[in-house]
Nanobody, 126 residues
Framework: QLQLVESGGGLVQPGGSLRLSCAVS????????IGWFRQAPGKEREGVSC????????VYADSVKGRFTISRDIAKNTVYLQMNSLKPEDTALYYC???????????????????WGQGTQVTVSS
């Protein structure tokens, strides 16, 4: 049973770009918002972005607004996080997760999420 599977992390120089992918089931994409979260060593996990179950609502943390873009491809059952103008402080383990509330018209990165992926490492360094 497909859970949530992240990919696309890696090492990138400051100012560079990466696109993270989160593969989910078609059911999940239709029913739940998907969020991206990150956790750096020694820091608490923080919400980065989310997209609602029908894709009409997106939310971004202030720290990534204007640099990151969340999107989804229904045909591929995948949610993406395009990350541009990366900074060293973006270095973290990035997770995607399934919202705990079904069919919510909006998403938030400020409430508990249900199932989580295993994470993909993003390192921004010269």
């Amino acid at each position: 049973q497909l859970q949530l599977v992240e990919s696309g992390g890696g090492l990138v120089q400051p100012g560079g770009s990466l696109r993270l992918s989160c593969a989910v089931s078609a059911f999940t994409l239709d029913v739940y918002a998907i969020g991206w979260f990150r956790q750096a060593p020694g820091k608490e996990r923080e919400g980065v972005s989310c997209i609602s179950s029908r894709g009409g609502n997106t939310v971004y943390a202030d720290s990534v607004k204007g640099r990151f873009t969340i999107s989804r491809d229904i045909a591929k059952n995948t949610v993406y996080l395009q990350m541009n103008s990366l900074k060293p402080e973006d270095t973290a383990l990035y997770y995607c997760a399934e919202d705990s509330i079904a069919y919510s018209p909006i998403c938030t990165i400020r409430r508990p999420y249900g199932r989580w992926g295993q994470g993909t490492q993003v390192t921004v360094s010269s």
